[in-house]
């Protein structure tokens, strides 16, 4: 499936060094078992959780637990067969915009753009890389979430529209699709995510049901 992407999706032709960028600072990532982080805003927000739902579980590959681990819950629990024959492996991936409590407290005690930057601070110890999805590339509070990873020595990806905006000059990778127009640039937005996740699942768990 992966390997069609280019040729189902002529138009990122032009921005193929930058997605297969992006891939290799999460696949760094997560091979090291760093957490991945995902922000936006909007339509950009449910983007982040969707991504953090196809990496957390199987997205195309069962993903199933190594023997080892599949007999110690068998030998361990009652139930211990349907745990191991239904847990999955995973890539570690939040989503800082699924955190209400803490999102509102950030947003009252201290300041709205920085609903991000504080989570970055808290995770950047066990995180490897920031992703911000922002059409516009003038998000303030990814901005400040970018500025935190950067001194923190985190990976930043920017997912944007044609021109970055200010979150460019803060980005490591800088996946610019060739658009503006808010949901154009979503709907690029999907289908390149989308391969990504594809791609690591694939790579990470030599999945035999991609081609």
Known sequence: MHRQFYKRNPDLVIIKDQIEAAYELLLESAQ???????????????DSDHIVGELMKGFVSKRPLDEDLRKLFIDTYDNG???ASNLQKAIPAISLTQHPALNF??????HADLVFAQQVNGYAPISGVVVGMSTSGNAEN???AFKVAKLKGLKTILMS???????KEFADVAILTP???TFIVQEYHLAIYHYLCLKLENTLFESDNLE
């Open 32 to 46: 090291k078992s760093k957490a991945l982080l995902f922000c936006g805003n909007g339509g950009s927000a449910s």
């Open 81 to 83: 067969d349907h745990i």
């Open 105 to 110: 407290a950030i947003q009252n005690d201290l």
């Open 142 to 144: 990814i901005i400040n």
């Open 161 to 167: 529209g044609k021109t970055g905006g200010k979150l």
């Open 179 to 181: 658009d503006t127009e």
